[in-house]
C-alpha cells in the first residue's frame, strides 16, 4: 500500500460568513486538492464566547460550519498563504496526516 504524506486543513466559520461557498468552489475548480468535506454544526462558539445553536422555533441561519481538506504540505502552504486575509486569526488548524493509497 502506497503512503502519501499530506496536510490536513481545518477551517472554523459560522453559516451566516457566505463566504464557504466561495471558498469551496476555489478549493475544487481552482486549486483541485484532493478533498473537501463541509460539516455544520448543530451548536458551537468561538473567541466571542457567543452561542450560535440550531432550535426550530428560528431555523438559525449563524450555525458554525467546519470545511476540511487535505493535500501536500507544499500545495496546503500556498493555499493557506491566499487565504490569511480571508479566514479571520485562530480559525484555521492544520496538522500532517498520511494517506493510504
Known sequence: ??????????????????????????????????????FRGVSGFGPSG????????DLALDLPLVIEFFDTPEKVRRILDHLEDQIAPGHIVTWPATVHE
Open 50 to 57: 457567543r452561542m450560535h445553536e440550531a432550535r426550530l422555533v
Open 1 to 38: 500500500m502506497k503512503q502519501i504524506e499530506i496536510t490536513f486543513v481545518r477551517v472554523y466559520m459560522t453559516d451566516d460568513e457566505e463566504r464557504h461557498a466561495h471558498l469551496v468552489k476555489r478549493l475544487h475548480d481552482e486549486e483541485k486538492v484532493r478533498g473537501v468535506t463541509v
